[in-house]
């Protein structure tokens, strides 16, 4: 109580300060730690090659930025074409 630095950590009456933690906070913590780990950033680095190229190809390849269409149902079929498209090139190389 007689830190000359006291004020900047507390606004509380009694020199209190609460922490709040959310529930899942531990593991939350964990993946983050794990995440940073070698052997994870070398899996990590291999998504750009495969899965993230992927959504990049739909995205400037195949025209799913934005779409014209509403409604899931019909949404849903223009994705399903792309995939399909994108799934008969692969074959053809």
């Known amino acids: 109580k007689q830190c000359p630095l006291l004020h900047t950590c507390t606004e509380s009456r009694d020199h209190r300060k609460m922490i709040h933690r ?3 906070q531990d593991h939350l913590d964990e993946a983050d730690h794990l995440r940073h780990t070698e052997e994870n950033k070398q899996i990590y680095a291999k998504r750009k090659e495969t899965i993230e ?7 400037h390849k195949h025209g799913l930025r934005w779409t014209t269409l509403r409604g899931k149902k019909k949404l849903s079929m223009q994705a399903m074409l792309v995939f399909a498209a ?4 692969k074959l053809a190389n």
């Open 86 to 89: 994108m799934n008969l090139k």
């Open 53 to 59: 190229r992927v959504f990049a190809d739909l995205k």
């Open 22 to 24: 959310h529930i899942w």
